[in-house]
């Protein structure tokens, strides 16, 4: 799309933040070209922006694999089968790693040469490009697309997941996790703390999505929304007065506090109250991301 229009929201490091009326949902203008975010995310973004995201995740593994273990049992129960699965944005591939485990045949997508060097050298297949520039052709079909944290990075979220289209296989599963932006408790937050739109980063967030916007915008590309799920919801840190945006040791505590939480509930036995929680409150719109779960109307 070419133009884009809509009532201004605010504005940051040079860029407007519109409510776009063509897009359906917010996202920045001017929308970065395709050679300035390919430079971002191949040498920027794990290198300088996110630079021990790779070690973090490394460390918190075990923890980490609960959570990919809900998506990947999520996808069976929905297809009746594992398949083949792919994972654009992949990172170090820690998810294509577990999924190698429950019996899927994976493939990965990423542009970072830092994280791309890291999954290959765990043995993952994995494609070190925009997923934009690759002819999907030669790719086949996949029966689940997963993506995390990649829609409010792209210029045109509509182009990708019409393309990702092309390559579901027939009854196929695309799973869709981003940050969960304008909920109600972070613009609660945003007026207690005083700290407007403190979510908004351009250009490295270039889209915004919430709950609704989210659902919309798949609706709108005849995906039929199968099952909604929240994170946990940081804000509530927030609203205790525990501000952790301007202290990195107490944001470290709070997030080891969240793992804590779903951690002792799993361990207990009650991963399905876990997940029952976090259903209820993606009903709500709350939770600091959001993960739908889509397939195409039949």
Not at 85 to 109: H, M, N, P, Q, V
Not at 250 to 279: A, C, M, P, V, W
Request: charged content about 25%; aromatic content about 12%.
């Amino acid at each position: 799309m070419s133009e884009h229009y809509g009532k201004k929201i605010a504005e940051k490091n040079n860029f407007d933040i519109i409510s776009c009326d063509v897009c359906k949902f917010i996202h920045v203008i001017p929308i970065p070209s395709e050679n300035d975010l390919l430079n971002l995310y191949k040498n920027d973004f794990f290198q300088k922006i996110k630079p021990n995201d790779i070690e973090k995740e490394n460390q918190e593994f075990s923890y980490w694999k609960t959570t990919f273990d809900d998506k990947l049992s999520s996808a069976q129960n929905f297809l009746g089968k594992t398949g083949r699965f792919l994972d654009i944005g992949c990172g170090s591939g820690s998810l294509l790693l577990r999924a190698k485990e429950f019996g899927w045949d994976t493939y990965g997508i990423e542009p970072s040469s830092e994280a791309a060097t890291h999954a290959k050298n765990n043995g993952l297949k994995i494609n070190e490009n925009f997923f934009q520039n690759l002819d999907l052709t030669k790719l086949g079909l996949f029966d689940v697309i997963h993506m995390k944290n990649l829609l409010e990075h792209i210029a045109s979220p509509s182009e990708i997941i019409e393309k990702c289209k092309l390559i579901l296989s027939k009854n196929g599963i695309i799973i869709i996790e981003v940050p969960n932006d304008f909920n109600p408790l972070q613009q609660i937050a945003e007026n207690f703390l005083d700290k407007p739109l403190y979510w908004i980063d351009p250009p490295v967030h270039i889209n915004y999505f919430n709950f609704k916007s989210l659902s919309s915008f798949l609706i709108s590309h005849n995906f039929e929304i199968l099952l909604k799920e929240s994170t946990f919801p940081l804000e509530l840190f927030l609203l205790m007065n525990e501000n952790y945006l301007e202290d990195n040791e107490l944001g470290k505590k709070k997030h080891d506090q969240r793992i804590k939480f779903e951690s002792n509930l799993i361990n207990f036995g009650k991963n399905d109250l876990k997940r029952e929680i976090y259903k209820n409150f993606a009903e709500l719109g709350i939770g600091r991301s959001q993960i739908i779960y889509a397939q195409i109307k039949k």
